[in-house]
């Protein structure tokens, strides 16, 4: 019996290999979709771009305003999350329900799709990756739930680069490969005015909090190993918003010539963004303009109101070897 099973797996990589004839089709590729969350900052132009026939679907983090929950994506969000910051109005977030995701991956299903790559924020900042994989174990097809470790454009750069990869009909295995890649290579620098919003969600203590209100430190944070970690501290906002292009600009230099891009988020300061990206293009001989979107709501629930965040990547390609490479 082993000898004929090894001659069978044989036979089954000999017809694998084997050059179709002429008039014999090739077997269909895999198709895989891609999902994720809002966390990952995508601009909504890109999204209605790709998110034809299904192969791209955002699932909305819910936020909590007083007694209200909004989606992400609500419209008026921004406005009513500004307000709140600034009178101390309660704000916090939610992870999207497993119900969330598993319509999403029925709906994959139902559009013909033989996998999900399911692409999330870092399981250290929130439980979505949670939810994300107990709609999986339910699911009709495949799906494989990766923790990106990272939020905002880093993971949107994993998205993007799993994305493409998707469209030019790699496998579930080369789709994730490459969504993991991108996220390794992205790095996030970020200033806050405050640190109290930081401190009410839990993502740094107390005695941080004090020593920063206290003292009128204005602190560079990062994303490592999927958490919050401390960078630098400056005493005035202007030296660190200086530091932190200053940062971003040493990411970029560090990098091969062109692979560089720069993304610069904002909530409730678009002009003090714009002036970031514009200076960092200056910095930079050959970098594109900076990519500027607002912060996504449930990470501005966090971060307070005048957040700046620059995520520093590789652009994202075609694989190689693939339509559009």
């Known amino acids: 019996m082993e000898k004929a099973g090894a001659r069978d797996w044989l036979r089954q990589q000999a017809a694998r290999l084997r050059p179709h004839s002429a008039g014999e089709p090739a077997p269909p590729a895999p198709r895989v979709a891609v999902v994720t969350d809002s966390a990952a900052a995508l601009p909504p132009e890109w999204v209605r771009e790709h998110a034809a026939g299904g192969l791209l679907t955002v699932v909305p983090m819910p936020v909590i305003i007083g007694g209200d929950v909004f989606a992400d994506d609500d419209a008026g969000l921004e406005?009513?999350?500004?307000?709140?910051?600034?009178?101390?109005?309660?704000?916090?977030?939610?992870?999207?329900?497993?119900?969330?995701?598993?319509?999403a991956y029925r709906d994959a299903a139902g559009s013909g799709f033989d996998a999900v790559v399911s692409l999330h924020i870092s399981a250290k900042l929130s439980g979505t990756v949670d939810s994300a994989t107990l709609a999986a174990a339910g699911a009709r097809i495949p799906v494989h739930v990766l923790d990106t470790a990272t939020v905002g454009m880093a993971q949107g750069s994993a998205v993007q680069a799993a994305v493409l990869a998707a469209e030019a009909g790699a496998p579930a295995a080369e789709v994730i490969q490459?969504?993991?890649?991108?996220?390794?290579?992205?790095?996030?620098?970020?200033?806050?005015?405050?640190?109290?919003?930081?401190?009410?969600?839990?993502?740094?203590?107390?005695?941080?909090?004090?020593?920063?209100?206290?003292?009128?430190?204005?602190?560079?944070?990062?994303?490592?190993?999927?958490?919050?970690?401390?960078?630098?501290?400056?005493?005035?906002?202007?030296?660190?918003?200086?530091?932190?292009?200053?940062?971003?600009?040493?990411?970029?230099?560090?990098?091969?010539?062109?692979?560089?891009?720069?993304?610069?988020?904002?909530?409730?300061?678009?002009?003090?963004?714009?002036?970031?990206?514009?200076?960092?293009?200056?910095?930079?001989?050959?970098?594109?303009?900076?990519?500027?979107?607002?912060?996504?709501?449930?990470?501005?629930?966090?971060?307070?109101?005048?957040?700046?965040?620059?995520?520093?990547?590789?652009?994202?390609?075609?694989?190689?070897?693939?339509?559009?490479?």
């Open 79 to 103: 406005s009513q999350m500004s307000l709140a910051l600034a009178s101390g109005t309660e704000v916090r977030t939610s992870r999207p329900s497993p119900g969330q995701f598993g319509r």
């Open 178 to 325: 490459a969504g993991r890649d991108a996220a390794a290579r992205a790095s996030v620098y970020f200033y806050v005015p405050s640190l109290e919003q930081l401190r009410r969600g839990g993502r740094i203590s107390l005695a941080s909090s004090w020593v920063g209100t206290v003292l009128d430190i204005k602190p560079l944070l990062g994303i490592a190993d999927g958490a919050v970690v401390p960078l630098e501290k400056v005493r005035t906002a202007a030296k660190a918003v200086a530091r932190l292009e200053r940062l971003a600009a040493a990411d970029v230099a560090a990098r091969p010539p062109g692979r560089a891009r720069v993304n610069v988020h904002h909530f409730g300061n678009a002009g003090q963004a714009l002036a970031l990206g514009e200076a960092l293009q200056a910095d930079c001989p050959g970098l594109d303009a900076a990519g500027l979107t607002r912060l996504p709501a449930v990470l501005a629930a966090h971060a307070g109101l005048g957040v700046l965040v620059v995520v520093v990547s590789d652009a994202v390609l075609p694989p190689q070897g693939m339509p559009g490479a």
